[in-house]
């Protein structure tokens, strides 16, 4: 499975799922928080690479 997110050329789960594993094992916090934190970090990687590229789309 390719995980791009095609209009902003970026690879997301690579960037937010092993430091949010890392933080989640580190603090001890249960597996719904986990999947929240990748949720939000996935949602973050992606709008910020959206307004990266928001003046080049047309």
């Given at each position: 499975?390719?995980?791009?997110?095609r209009?902003t050329?970026t690879?997301?789960?690579?960037?937010?799922?092993p430091?949010?594993?890392?933080?989640?094992?580190?603090?001890?916090?249960?597996?719904r928080?986990?999947?929240?934190a990748?949720?939000a970090?996935c949602?973050?990687?992606?709008?910020?690479?959206?307004?990266?590229f928001?003046?080049?789309?047309?």
């Amino acid at each position: 499975m390719c995980d791009v997110h095609r209009s902003t050329l970026t690879h997301v789960t690579p960037e937010v799922i092993p430091p949010a594993l890392a933080i989640a094992e580190r603090d001890g916090l249960s597996g719904r928080d986990l999947m929240v934190a990748i949720a939000a970090g996935c949602e973050v990687t992606t709008r910020i690479g959206l307004t990266r590229f928001a003046g080049e789309r047309r």
